[in-house]
């Protein structure tokens, strides 16, 4: 397991993108893409044309945006759904909130299973408990 985590990281050093993106997933997002909102807005509409994965991915993101709007956490698009858990630990109603969800992305997104509509929705009301403030005091 250690071994594919080093490889998948070496690789990821080796990927160059333009200057002001970042990759998500196999989406390029340019920084003006980068707000939760813009996110939630595309990946709806993504989920809606069936694309469900790309659309786990993006609002995924938009969740942890969301906690670096409110300074919870800096969102680096390199950590692992592991490493943004561990910063989470502290906050355990947070923590508690992220962790079935991450688990299912990488179920769903890494895994054998491909996402359904209602793994998308999953997601979705994370993003929606977030954006009320749920789980964030």
Same mark, same amino acid.
């Given at each position: 397991?250690?071994?594919?985590?080093?490889?998948?990281?070496?690789?990821?050093?080796?990927?160059?993108?333009?200057?002001?993106?970042?990759?998500?997933?196999?989406?390029?997002?340019?920084?003006?893409?980068?707000?939760?909102?813009?996110?939630?807005?595309?990946?709806?509409?993504?989920?809606?044309?069936?694309?469900?994965? &790309?659309?786990?991915? *993006? !609002?995924?993101?938009?969740?942890? /945006?969301?906690?670096?709007? =409110? $300074?919870? +956490?800096?969102?680096? #698009?390199?950590?692992?759904?592991? &490493?943004?858990?561990? *910063? !989470?630990?502290?906050?355990?109603? /947070?923590?508690?909130?992220? =962790? $079935?969800? +991450?688990?299912?992305? #990488?179920?769903?997104?890494?895994?054998?299973?491909?996402?359904?509509?209602?793994?998308?929705?999953?997601?979705?009301?994370?993003?929606?408990?977030? +954006?009320?403030?749920?789980?964030?005091?």
């Amino acid at each position: 397991m250690a071994l594919v985590v080093f490889i998948v990281r070496s690789f990821k050093k080796t990927i160059t993108l333009q200057e002001g993106q970042v990759l998500l997933g196999n989406l390029h997002v340019s920084d003006e893409k980068r707000e939760a909102k813009s996110l939630y807005d595309r990946a709806v509409a993504l989920a809606n044309a069936g694309n469900v994965e &790309e659309a786990i991915r *993006l !609002l995924t993101t938009g969740c942890l /945006l969301l906690l670096e709007e =409110r $300074a919870v +956490l800096a969102y680096q #698009d390199h950590y692992t759904n592991g &490493e943004y858990l561990s *910063l !989470l630990v502290q906050r355990k109603k /947070l923590h508690d909130l992220f =962790r $079935a969800p +991450l688990s299912l992305f #990488d179920r769903t997104v890494y895994g054998f299973s491909r996402p359904t509509r209602q793994d998308f929705e999953v997601f979705r009301v994370l993003y929606e408990r977030l +954006l009320s403030g749920g789980g964030t005091g």
